[in-house]
């Protein structure tokens, strides 16, 4: 086990320096409760390949040192086998600075092929039973997270896979621990959300045998009446797989935790590191490349973000403190009259952040980063009206995409921007629901998680939402999304720069000539009315 040692520096008045005051002094904080768990242990993880699932096995392998093995649940994907998929996953720079420190760490890591989406998992006979023999803590991140997923599929991945992973840890003999990672806007009709289990719209199970039992064309036509006041199948799903949580998780060492929108790393393994255009990322690229100029937002709500790292930490966390409470399956598992711990993890209750705030912040940060991958000037808005939302769509999106597209047409290019803003369009009335609403969170059981940390578990996996400096996270996560998504080295800024100014110039150039044909037809219509 490994002890952590924090460095502190103290000040001094000028005569009590000596050479000794030119080295940092070293502070033992400890055994690391955490690590403790982990050591030896052998973990279940599902969602290894998307992005909280990327940190978590980063996050494992490098912090818990110790760690027996850790399977992940993967399944192939077209043209690309799991072992070709883990090869390019692991080439990510997000893996460099555990090749660093645990150049071995391949070595600890199994598949298990599988689909979370399938019966069964998709396991064969033999993984199953490896699994039920051998694991002590389960992290059931697989999800699907298309807003717009077909309600079938939703419901097959999201709460048929939820039911199945439950059923599969109620055999596991050896468990200690498990998470189920949902989503704090799984109750996104309340406008009031604690760390408590609220009515599903329609029962999981029922749920299940609706889509098991029925046609998909006729599922399809019969989902916005299902859906209700959910915005879309991915939150209604979420909410029925709470609902299967809370029946077959009865007496299981089980905590479910709820992240709000999740976006880049704050701190490590490196910071700003983000591989997806989800949610506000993708807002903050569309207007970076010159493409998104208005979003449908109450610029004065609360914008609840919060880092991928601290997310994971505060999941591994409330892994260590089910496992403390009820340290194993059976025997010594929770009364089957208790319901899990909910785990709200959101920035809103210690560290809001509005909408127009962070705006802001990316854009100051953005502008001194331009990005080479630029097609127009940055000219970005809020807007909590929808009416001049979609007028500003209409003049600053699509009049444009028509124009730039039949000119390529003319001179026999492909035409692409109807076809991205029809793309962009779909997207902002997506986070446009989001946007124009705000929640109250309640995170007790999240900040009290926290407080029960030994110190060098607070130093290790830190996610004390309190010490956030929101403007200094926006800084790296600016340039998180250029050199990580827009795939821009640094040494490039300065010829962004250049282009930025370009494109700059040509923006008024336009305005201008725009303006005087305008104008010259105003005056023409003005003229003809007074015979002039």
């Known amino acids: 086990m490994t002890t952590v040692i924090q460095d502190v520096m103290e000040p001094k008045q000028g005569g009590d320096i000596t050479y000794m005051d030119m080295v940092d002094e070293k502070v033992d904080l400890g055994e690391s409760q955490i690590q403790k768990l982990f050591s030896g242990s052998t973990v279940l993880l599902t969602g290894g390949t998307g992005f909280l699932g990327k940190l978590i096995v980063e996050k494992l392998l490098r912090c818990c040192p110790d760690l027996k093995k850790l399977y992940l649940l993967a ?30 760490f391949l070595q600890k890591i199994s598949i298990i092929e599988g689909d979370v989406g399938a019966l069964n998992l998709g396991m064969s006979p033999e993984d199953r039973q490896k699994v039920i023999n051998e694991v002590e803590l389960i992290f059931h991140g697989a999800a699907t997270v298309r807003f717009d997923e077909p309600l079938k599929s939703a419901v097959e991945i999201n709460v048929r896979g939820t039911r199945e992973i439950c059923q599969l840890a109620r055999a596991c003999g050896k468990l200690k621990s498990m998470v189920h990672i949902s989503t704090a806007y799984s109750n996104c009709p309340l406008n009031v959300i604690d760390e408590k289990f609220y009515e599903s719209p329609l029962p999981g199970d029922k749920l299940i045998d609706l889509v098991e039992t029925m046609d998909e064309k006729v599922i399809n036509n019969i989902t916005p009446g299902l859906l209700g006041d959910y915005p879309n199948t991915y939150a209604y799903t979420k909410a029925a797989a709470e609902n299967v949580v809370q029946k077959y998780a009865k007496g299981l060492p089980f905590a479910l935790f709820r992240p709000s929108i999740v976006i880049g790393t704050s701190k490590e393994p490196v910071a700003g590191w983000i591989d997806n255009v989800y949610g506000p990322t993708g807002v903050v690229v569309g207007a970076a490349v010159g493409l998104l100029h208005v979003l449908n937002c109450n610029p004065n709500f609360v914008a609840d973000l919060v880092p991928g790292d601290m997310v994971v930490n505060a999941c591994i966390a409330a892994a260590w403190k089910t496992a403390k409470e009820y340290p194993g399956n059976h025997e010594d598992a929770p009364p089957s009259d ?43 808005q809020l807007t909590p009206s929808r009416f001049i939302y979609m007028l500003n769509c209409f003049f600053l999106h699509w009049v444009p995409a028509y124009i730039i597209d039949g000119i390529a047409i003319l001179i026999g290019k492909k035409p692409m921007l109807r076809k991205a803003y029809t793309k962009i369009s779909k997207f902002s009335d997506v986070i446009g629901y989001f946007a124009t609403r705000e929640w109250t969170f309640y995170n007790n059981n999240t900040q009290e998680l926290y407080k029960e940390l030994c110190p060098a578990d607070k130093d290790i996996f830190d996610f004390d939402m309190e010490t956030l400096d929101w403007s200094n996270f926006c800084y790296n996560y600016i340039r998180g999304i250029r050199i990580y998504l827009l795939k821009d080295p640094v040494d490039t800024i300065p010829d962004g720069i250049r282009k930025y100014y370009k494109l700059k110039y040509t923006h008024y150039f336009f305005c201008f000539v725009l303006f005087c044909v305008v104008s010259r037809l105003i005056w023409s219509i003005f003229s003809m009315v007074l015979g002039v």
């Open 338 to 380: 208790l319901p899990p711990p909910i785990y709200n993890f959101v920035s809103s209750a210690q560290q809001p952040l509005t909408w127009s705030k962070f705006m802001k912040y990316t854009e100051v940060y953005g502008l001194e980063v331009p990005t080479m991958q630029a097609v127009y000037y940055y000219l970005f």
């Open 75 to 104: 399944r192939p994907k077209k043209n690309k086998d799991i072992p070709k998929r883990l090869q390019e996953q692991f080439d990510d720079a997000l893996y460099d600075k555990l090749r660093k420190e645990r150049p071995n």
